[in-house]
Structure formats: C-alpha cells, structure tokens
T-cell receptor
Framework: GAGVSQSPRYKVAKRGQDVALRCDPI?????LFWYQQALGQGPEFLTY????????KSGLPSDRFFAERPEGSVSTLKIQRTQQEDSAVYLC????????????????FGPGTRLTVL | GDSVTQMEGPVTLSEEACLTINCTYTATGYPSLFWYVQYPGEGLQLLLKATKADDKGSNKGFEATYRKETTSFHLEKGSVQVSDSAVYFCALRRYSSASKIIFGSGTRLSIRP
C-alpha cells in the first residue's frame, strides 16, 4: 500500500527565499509529525498534528517556520526567508493513533525533502 | 530533558561478524524504546521496539533488550550481512500529548564482504 510521500524530494533555495514542503500521510492516519535532520545527526522533532489541530509546535526553531494541516490529511511545512542553517532533510511521519494513545503506535516515515539553502 | 546517546560510528565489520551498537537513554518515567534503520537512499524504518523493562525487541536477526537498571537498549546481531549496511538510530518515546520520538545521532554501519 502507499506509504508516506513527500515533495519535492530535493529543493535548492537562495537565502531569503520562502519554501513550502508537502507531506501526504498514510490515508486515515490521525497523527502527523515533522522532523528536521541535519547532516550526520538524528532527526529532531519540529511539530505535531492530531487531525487538523496543531497540538505541539515546541520544536519549531523560529517564527520563520510554519506548518499547517487544514483538512486533517496533507500537511505543508513553510519556511520563510530561508537561512543557510535551515539546510537539512525534513522528514514527515504519520501514525494511526492520536499521540496520547500512541506510545506503542508505529510512526511511518516518508523519504524526506532535502533542502539546501545557498 | 530526555535524551539518547549512542555509539559513535562509523563501524566497519566483516560479513558474519558479531555486532553490538551501544545505546543509553535519559528520560523521566518509562519510555518506549526503538531502533530505526536508514538504508542508503531510503527513508527511516522501524527495526524493532520494546515498551517496558526487560522486554526484548527482535527483527531480521537483530535484538535489543530494554534494561531499566542500566538505562540501556543495545542493538545486537550474531552474524551481520552486507545488506545490513545502513545508519542505525536508537530512539525513545515518552508518554505526552505528542508522543514525539527523540533520536540519537545515529551509527553508520558498513559490512565488508
């Protein structure tokens, strides 16, 4: 069956440009997560949605980062006025259950979008 | 805060060698513990998990035991194959509104034929 998909797979932006990264979760999955993975590091949590509600955005590094999931399925991570330190792979994950009951629920990851800011 | 510390890589082994990748964690309460694997050119995949103390997770010949007394979750395999070459991430997930995953920095494993 279809897994989590992300687009674009690669994005090159000039410093100061805005970018939008898309995530299509597995159909029917309630929870959606965004992570940022810097080169040579493990993924770091950015934000969490339960359906359309953004319940945790504690990991967003600055107010230049904004995420939405307006209809409770597809999500978009937007980065305004990109900086070189934003260069990373952005991973999206989804899971079937809500976060509060999802301690053992598997998170399925997409292939990621590699963002390079020049 | 919660954190995961794992063995730094890269680790290079010959085929059929024994593997151990060390992982220790710091967390309040009783988190669930995971090993994720990232094969070249592919996304993160769950390899195995354990949800309470003394649980053993296993998959594809890999095993890890949740040791509360030493706060560890070491990954082991008795005989590695070339196809096991990948980056391995130890991770934890604690009960919270988001149940977000906290990852270690990853260990790159290369297996020589």
């Amino acid at each position: 069956g279809a897994g989590v998909s992300q687009s674009p797979r690669y994005k090159v932006a000039k410093r100061g440009q805005d970018v939008a990264l898309r995530c299509d979760p597995i159909s029917g999955h309630v929870s959606l997560f965004w992570y940022q993975q810097a080169l040579g590091q493990g993924p770091e949590f950015l934000t969490y949605f339960q359906n359309e509600a953004q319940l945790d955005k504690s990991g967003l590094p600055s107010d230049r980062f904004f995420a939405e999931r307006p209809e409770g399925s597809v999500s978009t991570l937007k980065i305004q006025r990109t900086q070189q330190e934003d260069s990373a792979v952005y991973l999206c994950a989804s899971s079937l259950q809500p976060g509060t009951s999802g301690l053992t629920d598997t998170q399925y990851f997409g292939p990621g979008t590699r963002l390079t800011v020049l | 805060g919660d954190s995961v510390t794992q063995m730094e890589g890269p680790v290079t082994l010959s085929e059929e060698a024994c593997l151990t990748i060390n992982c220790t964690y710091t967390a309040t309460g009783y988190p669930s513990l995971f090993w994720y694997v990232q094969y070249p050119g592919e996304g993160l995949q769950l390899l195995l998990k354990a949800t309470k103390a003394d649980d053993k997770g296993s998959n594809k010949g890999f095993e890890a035991t949740y040791r509360k007394e030493t706060t560890s979750f070491h990954l082991e395999k008795g005989s590695v194959q070339v196809s096991d070459s990948a980056v391995y991430f130890c991770a934890l997930r604690r009960y919270s509104s988001a149940s977000k995953i906290i990852f270690g920095s990853g260990t790159r494993l290369s297996i020589r034929p």
